[in-house]
């Protein structure tokens, strides 16, 4: 989708530091982080939201479940604990419409929203 942000990071029009990336997915930083480690996971097919998964994509679905444990374990957060949060549409406080996955640690988390 030419207009999406994230489909734009992922073909390299918008130089982004990537922490991962395969076939699949990326994961990069997040530019306004919540806390000391938030990460995007985002699969490079661009799906506007985790409700339009379809069953044609659950192989990737479990991929990027997967990966995100990798990830979390890759930069160090994964044995204190992390937290995987995604929003579905804009009322949920989905900002950019590509399926994407915050990955938090580096802190203690409250039960608050990001």
Not at 43 to 48: A, E, G, L, Q, T
Not at 52 to 81: P, S, Y
Not at 99 to 108: A, D, E, R, S, T
Request: with cysteine.
């Amino acid at each position: 989708m030419s207009d999406c942000i994230f489909c734009k990071i992922i073909a390299g029009e918008i130089p982004t530091p990537m922490v991962y990336q395969d076939e699949d997915l990326v994961a990069f930083p997040d530019i306004n982080p919540k806390s000391p480690t938030h990460l995007l996971v985002v699969p490079r097919k661009h799906i506007p939201r985790l409700a339009e998964l379809t069953e044609q994509d659950t192989v990737l679905a479990g991929k990027l479940m997967l990966a995100i444990g990798n990830i979390a374990r890759q930069v160090g957060i994964a044995e204190q604990g992390f937290r995987v949060i995604t929003n579905n549409g804009g009322f949920a406080g989905q900002d950019v419409p590509h399926l994407h996955f915050h990955v938090l640690g580096g802190k203690p988390m409250g039960w608050s929203p990001v």
